[in-house]
């Protein structure tokens, strides 16, 4: 495999950003990269939503045109967050919440209904 992948990745990644749309087999000689390992790192890059592939034929040949993906290209980061689990500490319905905090009057360490939460009880 490729010596340094992310110092490739890294150069590629300028060479794409500098020419704004290069061919992918361009882009392998400019690396000093066989096919194989041109085509490991822009899939690499692809697949980080980092740059865009755009089918092109040259030639006769299919191939790919490389460039910087734009921010509505990025795939989306969906999250599933379960908050079920918390949605019953007695903090949230707490009429001290602003008067509690460490070391004070109201506090979570003295707290018998944050005890109680905790517990189980
Ligand atoms: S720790 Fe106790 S006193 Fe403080 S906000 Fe939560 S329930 Fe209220």
């Known amino acids: 495999m ?11 990644l300028e060479l794409i950003k500098q020419t704004e749309g290069i061919l992918q087999s361009e882009l392998w ?4 990269l066989d096919s194989r390992e041109g085509s490991r790192i822009v899939l690499r890059l692809a697949r980080k939503g980092i740059i865009r ?3 092109v034929v040259i030639n ?6 490389l460039f910087p993906a734009e921010p509505t290209d990025r795939k989306k980061l969906n ?6 689990s918390i949605l ?8 001290y919440i602003d008067e509690c905090g460490e070391g ?3 506090s979570p360490e003295s707290c018998r209904l944050i005890d109680e939460w905790v517990h189980g009880r």
């Open 2 to 12: 490729v010596r340094n992948v992310e110092v490739y990745e890294k150069r590629a």
């Open 29 to 32: 000689k400019l690396l000093g």
């Open 88 to 95: 019953d500490i007695p903090c949230v319905v707490c009429p």
């Open 53 to 55: 592939r755009e089918q």
């Open 79 to 84: 999250i599933i967050v379960d908050i079920g």
């Open 104 to 106: 004070g009057f109201y």
């Open 60 to 65: 006769g040949r299919k191939t790919y045109r």
